[in-house]
T-cell receptor, first 116, second 112 residues
Framework: EAGVAQSPRYKIIEKRQSVAFWCNPI?????LYWYQQILGQGPKLLIQ????????DSQLPKDRFSAERLKGVDSTLKIQPAKLEDSAVYLC??????????????FGSGTRLTVV | AQSVTQPDIHITVSEGASLELRCNYS??????LFWYVQSPGQGLQLLLK??????LVQGIKGFEAEFKRSQSSFNLRKPSVHWSDAAEYFC??????????FGQGTELSVKP
């Protein structure tokens, strides 16, 4: 079974530039999550999708971050404009809907963003 | 509100020695609890999870964890540490709807 795919693996941008990250979840996984992991901290949920609808985006800085999940499959997370404090690893995860919310929960390898 | 505390930021153990990583949680009901491991530049790998039933949970790579409701703890243990176990370890609690709330992590170093 293929895992959660993320790209790019690394990205370096200047502050005020824009950047986008892509995630392709495991086939059949209805729920998709984006987490932000700042160096020295545990991951923090940014946004959760169920199919192509948003379930939880309470921690997403909506003035600069946006995310979409077209057709309920892959997803894109965008930052515009980026700030220095956005430097972090962005992790995508997916899980099956049936069997309970934590069934099949799998993380991708992440995208490491450095804002200079 | 749910929260997770990992009191030890960094632990160093000798290869072959036993290991215990501490985790305390705050949650109103019976929690879903997880331990993940993260090697440098890698994503999170699930070591084990507790949903219900037997409070001693066995995981991969020889790890186990014990759920103690009275102490709100879910400590991770391994009887004999290998050099390849050096990594960052995260404890997490599952919130309603599927969100995971993580502790700040414990970095494990292994001395030869």
């Amino acid at each position: 079974e293929a895992g959660v795919a993320q790209s790019p693996r690394y990205k370096i941008i200047e502050k005020r530039q824009s950047v986008a990250f892509w995630c392709n979840p495991i086939s059949g996984h209805a729920t998709l999550y984006w987490y932000q992991q700042i160096l020295g901290q545990g991951p923090k949920l940014l946004i959760q999708f169920q199919n192509n609808g948003v379930v939880d985006d309470s921690q997403l800085p909506k003035d600069r971050f946006s995310a979409e999940r077209l057709k309920g499959v892959d997803s894109t997370l965008k930052i515009q404009p980026a700030k220095l404090e956005d430097s972090a690893v962005y992790l995508c995860a997916s899980s099956l809907l049936r069997g309970g919310p934590f069934y099949g929960y799998t993380f991708g390898s992440g995208t490491r963003l450095t804002v200079v | 509100a749910q929260s997770v505390t990992q009191p030890d930021i960094h632990i160093t153990v000798s290869e072959g020695a036993s290991l215990e990583l501490r985790c305390n949680y705050s949650y109103g009901a019976t929690p879903y609890l997880f331990w993940y491991v993260q090697s440098p530049g890698q994503g999170l790998q699930l070591l084990l999870k507790y949903f219900s039933g037997d409070t001693l949970v066995q995981g991969i790579k020889g790890f186990e964890a014990e759920f103690k409701r009275s102490q709100s703890s879910f400590n991770l243990r391994k009887p004999s540490v290998h050099w390849s176990d050096a990594a960052e370890y995260f404890c997490a609690v599952g919130a309603p709807g599927g969100k995971l709330i993580f502790g700040q992590g414990t970095e494990l170093s292994v001395k030869p």
